[in-house]
């Protein structure tokens, strides 16, 4: 699977809107664009996905670029609980069923 | 939706004893499932690829005598660490395919604590 770059971390207050940036220049025409998260002690979360189209869901929206080789994760309005580590991941739906992550932008939400 | 149970949620060892690790689908079978490994301050690295009814495929370096992984059922996978020692100590997780649930379909545990003493 590709590799995708993201910020170490970042930080927002709370009910404020955050956007979490992943870069993946070497994207293939097959590759979903997968998001997790992981709370403190946890196990990762599903957050969003997408293809080329922009994805909103309950938790999150997902802004893919025209040329598929970025793709912003939003939190319309940060919680103290939204506090966590999010991974950016590529998937190919033709290759292997494992999802393989890389180091995620840890989150810090302050009050 | 999709829930993958993990047990136990934290367990503390003695150095040279063995630790069974269990991972459960709730309410869906996963004929694959995932083992991972996390060291604090650490992503998840994958440790091995759990195959129903046939042998678990491992990644590289991880040793398969020492993480025993059997997957005997549509439900359940366990990982036993074997002869356990301190440098094992990390946060291991389990993950399931749930082909019912989507095209995203990645449900995860909610992690074990091993702490070898």
Known sequence: ???????????????????LPCNHSTISGTDYIHWYRQLP??????????????VNNRMASLAIAEDRKSSTLILHRAT???????????????AGNMLTFGGGTRLMVKP | GAVVSQHPSRVICKSGTSVKIECRSLDFQATT??????????????????NEGSKATYEQGVEKDKFLINHASLT????????????DSSFYICSARDNVGGAHGYTFGSGTRLTVV
């Not at chain 1, 103290?80 to 033709?94: F, H, M, Q, S, W």
């Not at chain 2, 992503?43 to 091995?48: F, G, I, N, Q």
């Not at chain 2, 359940?76 to 440098?87: D, K, N």
């Open chain 1, 41 to 54: 002690s946890q196990g990762p979360e599903y957050v969003i996905h997408g293809l080329t189209s922009n």
């Open chain 2, 76 to 87: 359940l996978s366990t990982l036993t660490v074997t002869s356990a020692h301190p440098e």
């Open chain 1, 1 to 19: 699977d590709a590799k995708t770059t993201q910020p170490n971390s970042m930080e927002s207050n709370e009910e404020e809107p955050v956007h």
């Open chain 1, 80 to 94: 103290l609980r939204d506090a966590a580590v999010y991974y950016c991941i590529l998937r190919d739906r033709n």
């Open chain 2, 33 to 50: 499932m995932f083992w991972y490994r996390q060291f604090p301050k650490q992503s998840l690295m994958l440790m091995a690829t759990s």
